[in-house]
């Protein structure tokens, strides 16, 4: 059975704007050593299912957080360009669970001091996501 992770994780692996990435797509970490560029991908928070008519609909809405991870600038707003164009507005269509639409909600950037003298550059990508359960 597939889950929301498993279907972020192919959609990400397999857009040909995120190629440079290739396979270095990671759930809530980056593996130890991991090469840059690299992205993560974690649910950064969630508001359940919906209501309606005191009833839960088979409807859950989640924000996912998406960190593209690199050593140069230029690198990290490319990659970012190509996650927000593999993200926004992606569904999938069948299967449970079905994304039934994602929202682009922001963007920053930061860095990963405790890199030492290999500082990496890290662009952190906000989406919300609409997910049928059932």
Not at 10 to 39: D, E, I, N
Not at 42 to 49: C, D, I, M, V, Y
Request: hydrophobic fraction near 45%; avoid cysteine.
């Amino acid at each position: 059975m597939a889950t929301v992770g498993s279907l972020l994780f192919t959609r990400l692996t397999t857009f040909a704007g995120l190629s440079a990435v290739g396979a270095r797509v990671y759930p809530v970490r980056a593996k130890q050593g991991a090469a840059a560029p690299y992205v993560v991908y974690l649910t950064a928070g969630s508001a359940g299912r919906e209501s309606k008519m005191a009833a839960d609909t088979k409807i859950e809405r989640s924000r996912i957080q998406v960190d593209v991870v690199s050593k140069s600038f230029d690198e990290i707003e490319l990659l970012g360009q190509g996650v927000k164009n593999a993200l926004n507005r992606w569904e999938t269509s069948a299967g449970v669970p079905q994304i039934e639409t994602t929202f682009f909600l922001g963007e920053r950037d930061d860095w990963d001091a405790e890199r030492g003298p290999d500082d990496l550059l890290r662009r952190i990508l906000e989406f919300q996501l609409v997910v049928r359960t059932a």
